[in-house]
């Protein structure tokens, strides 16, 4: 049987983990003019390892670092 990696299922498990925490904020959606979905939508489509989202606390927290900085290049 094959091992599955155990991913975390929050934000708050994902900072234990050391995975990137990116603090998206409202001024970045209207700057941009783009909603949560499409933030997820891009960051699905470009992201090459696992992220975690939340849209209440309105963060993100990604297991690589080359994709917390290339989302933060992106959009911040």
Same mark, same amino acid.
């Given at each position: 049987?094959?091992?599955?990696? /155990?991913?975390?299922? +929050? ?14 904020? /409202? /001024? ?6 783009? +909603? ?41």
């Amino acid at each position: 049987m094959k091992k599955r990696k /155990n991913y975390p299922r +929050s934000i708050r498990g994902a900072e234990r983990r050391g995975y990137i925490v990116v603090d998206v904020s /409202n /001024n970045i959606l209207d700057k941009f003019n783009v +909603s949560w979905l499409g933030l997820v939508i891009w960051t699905d489509r470009c992201a090459k390892h696992h992220y975690i989202n939340n849209f209440v606390q309105r963060k993100m927290a990604f297991e690589s670092e080359e994709d917390a900085s290339f989302f933060m290049l992106k959009w911040c």
